[in-house]
């Protein structure tokens, strides 16, 4: 039988697709790639494809990999889908084709199975991620195939199916929405907040911190230390990557940072409403772009600026194994190599204020740049400067004169 090393969660879809992939005649290799996602008992997941016929499972903690080669990369460019979104799903999904397809190199496994729906964002990101990996890997989205949405076409029977294969799942027919965590973000979507008119903010119950109304009523003070732009150590205490954005879901999370509610534009081409909430990463950017402020060149921060929706677009869209990835990686690796130096932030009831930011290569002159007389700076400097930047709009004011 051909083999298929399928991304597995132990949740209601991927247990259906497990014995379903079975019943079309291959041997599954199940693999659980731990990204931070909420989980009671792991190895209890991975006994459970066992018992249903999985051929092996395995589970990969890839949770530092992930903050350090994805997220921290992203939140160098200041990447934000659409302005607003912090990309926590999306950077998440290359990462598990990756360790899949590790996996099924390993195995010899022929396929590569995922349970995103062919409506949403995941299937390419899981696609396109895997195709450039591996170019002969045949890949199988039970969603996008007509005989897997005939045999069931919607909850009840995934949960029928697994009353009769006696698979245990939590799992109900009403749910007023669906969540995707890991140690980035909690996104919540479907369900009830599929009519963008209802409060998704007073809908969720949201995971990783309290609201803003029931934040303290003080400032919390946190400073954080960032070495060529990646975050590295809060209030001095040196963190791994994933040490910084665990202790900052913490921090800003009880003080209600980090919470939005967007509708948003998904590459197939609908509109979609997502509810997210990323504490840490979002206090992180904060303090991150403070910084940038005192140690970046003007120029290099504006081309920054202007490329970093592409990027944006491009970890939304999945793709991240592509040449023009790897150019704007390198891009960034060198531009941050002098962000360097330590920001405090004050964190109030979802706001994230910036207190304070000291750094060795700051480009900052207080004398150049003060309102008090003296100082370096020559003010009668900017008369023949300003007398060049105008002579386009005199000559054209001469030749076109304008209405006033």
Known sequence: MPSCVLAYSG??????ILGWLQDEGYDIHAVYVDLGQPCEDREAILQKARDHGALSSQLIDAREELCREYAFPVLQWQAKYEGIYLLGTSIARPLISKVCLQVAREVGAVAYAHGATGKGNDQCRFQLAAEALDPNIKIIAPWRDEKFRSAFPGRTEL???CDIKKIPVKASIAKPYSSDENCLHISYEAGELEDPNVNGLALVDFGMGVSPQDAPDAVEEVTIRFESGVPVAIDGVAKSPLEMVESMNQIAGRNGVGRIDIVENRFVGMKSRGVYEAPGMTAL???????????LDRDVVHLRDRLAP??????????????KMDALLAFIREVQEPVTGEVKLGLYKGNVMVIGRTSPNSLYDAEVASMEGGGSYDQTDAEGFLRLQGLPSRVLGKVRPREY
């Open 159 to 161: 949960i029928d199916y």
């Open 285 to 295: 950017y904060q303090a991150h772009l403070a910084l940038e402020q005192l140690t």
């Open 11 to 16: 949740g209601l879809d991927t247990s259906v």
């Open 310 to 323: 592409e990027v944006a677009e491009m970890v939304y869209y999945g793709f991240w194994f592509v040449p």
